[in-house]
C-alpha cells in the first residue's frame, strides 16, 4: 500500500523560505515518477516540480523558476520541495504525487497515481 505523507508546510511572510518534504512508505524512488502539485481556493490543481527518477531529471514550472527546487533521498524515499523568495501568490495546499509508469512526466496532473493529504503554505504579504 502506497503512502505519500507531506510535512514543513506553515505561515511565512512574502520572501521567505520553506521546506517541504514527502516521505514515501510502499514506494520505492526507482525509474519512475514523483512529483509536487498545489492548489489554491478556488483554482486547479497545478504541477509544480518533479522528477525522473530513472533519468534522475527534474522538471519546475515556470512559475516557480528559480525560486524552488526538488530534491529526493533515494535511500529514504523521501522528496524535498525548497521555496524561496516566496510570494503572497504561492499560497495554497501542496500535494506528494507519485507516478508508476511516469504517464504523467512532467506534470500531467491527471496521470499521477498516488497522492498525500497535502500541507498547507500561506504566505502573507
Known amino acids: 500500500q502506497v503512502q505519500l505523507v507531506e510535512s514543513g508546510g506553515g505561515s511565512v511572510q512574502a520572501g521567505g523560505s520553506l521546506r517541504l518534504t514527502c516521505e514515501a512508505s510502499?514506494?520505492?524512488?526507482?525509474?519512475?515518477?514523483i512529483g509536487w502539485f498545489r492548489q489554491a481556493p478556488g483554482k486547479e490543481r497545478e504541477g509544480v516540480a518533479s522528477?525522473?527518477?530513472?533519468?534522475?531529471?527534474?522538471a519546475i514550472a515556470p512559475s516557480v523558476k528559480g525560486r524552488f527546487t526538488i530534491s529526493r533521498d533515494n535511500a529514504k524515499d523521501i522528496m524535498y520541495l525548497q521555496m524561496n523568495s516566496l510570494k503572497p501568490e504561492d499560497t495554497a495546499m501542496y500535494y506528494c504525487?507519485?507516478?508508476?509508469?511516469?504517464?504523467?512526466?512532467?506534470?500531467?496532473?491527471?496521470?499521477?497515481?498516488?497522492w498525500g493529504r497535502g500541507t498547507q503554505v500561506t504566505v502573507s504579504s
Open positions: 504525487a507519485a507516478d508508476r509508469e511516469c504517464a504523467g512526466w512532467p506534470l500531467k496532473r491527471d496521470q499521477y497515481n498516488y
Open positions: 510502499g514506494y520505492t524512488f526507482s525509474d519512475n515518477c
Open positions: 522528477i525522473h527518477t530513472g533519468v534522475n531529471l527534474p
